[in-house]
């Protein structure tokens, strides 16, 4: 199956998903546990678009790896593996604020920092916005081409986001303050995978966050990589809450000069 397949469907399977998180969103949402943090809820629909997405890749290719953010991992035998956000701003999802995506990668290998993307969708149920990829041929929404966007004379707009643990919050915030001055205004969304899509999308220029999850960027690294921006998560001491950076080339290299390299 060629990148191509692979993305079509990635992008059949997350529709499906994303109508059936939008319906049950409608239906009312209830919390089924909190995971690393109080802040770190999973919702009932999180499980069963999760299990919808599973059910149908199982059918499509039984073979591959799968890897989601609520059932784990499970190792295939073709060398690809499904990382899987069945709902990406789970939080903002749960508090009814109408931002949260699907986000479904298909990746050759298991190690995130070694993996290579073949393909991916970050689908937004919401605003029906499908950001769509496929190694070499380039990221889509729709039938537009996406290219990231180069910061204006204002300064970057840059996303970020914080981490469930409040313990963090000190740190994250002194990230923002040393990227302020380059920056001409600051989104925090609640979802990682939208906030990439909307780098790749030319809507934001630059996004930083540390601490994502695999799920949470596979899809959406590949969104930016192939409409001609950079995703990095540099090597440091910080290894439990790796820095990701997304954008063009030379703000990423100013973000990351900023937010790691600082004292
Ligand atoms: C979320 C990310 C968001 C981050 C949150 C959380 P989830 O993923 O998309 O950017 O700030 O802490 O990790 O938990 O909604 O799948």
């Given at each position: 199956m060629s990148a191509a397949d692979l993305r079509a469907l990635a992008v059949e399977i997350a529709r499906e998903a994303g109508e059936l998180a939008r319906r049950r969103r409608a239906e009312g949402v209830s919390i089924a546990a909190s995971k690393?943090?109080?802040?770190?809820i999973v919702t009932e629909a999180d499980r069963e678009v999760e299990a919808l997405i599973r059910a149908r890749l199982a059918a499509e290719r039984p073979d591959d790896g799968f890897l989601g953010e609520e059932s784990g991992a499970d190792d295939g035998t073709t060398g690809i593996t499904w990382v899987v956000?069945?709902?990406?701003g789970t939080v903002n999802y749960a508090s009814g604020i109408p931002l949260y995506a699907v986000s479904i990668a298909a990746v050759q290998g298991r190690d995130p920092d070694h993996w290579t993307a073949l393909a991916g969708v970050v689908h937004s149920p919401v605003v029906d916005e499908t950001f769509a990829v496929a190694r070499g041929e380039g990221a889509f929404l729709g039938s537009a081409r996406l290219q990231v966007s180069e910061p204006g004379a204002a300064g970057a707009l840059l996303a970020t986001g914080f981490g469930y643990?409040?313990?963090?919050h000190a740190g994250d915030l002194a990230a923002v303050g040393r990227v302020m001055p380059i920056a001409r205004d600051l989104r925090r969304g609640g979802s990682a995978a939208t906030d990439l899509a909307y780098v790749a999308a030319g809507r934001l220029d630059g996004y930083f966050e540390r601490g994502l999850q695999p799920w949470d960027f596979a899809a959406g690294a590949l969104l930016v990589q192939e409409a001609g921006g950079v995703f990095v998560r540099p090597e440091s001491a910080?290894?439990?809450r790796r820095l990701c950076l997304a954008g063009g080339p030379e703000l990423v290299a100013e973000l990351q000069r900023r937010v790691l390299d600082a004292p």
């Open positions: 690393s943090s109080l802040a770190d956000d069945p709902i990406d643990d409040p313990a963090t910080e290894v439990v």
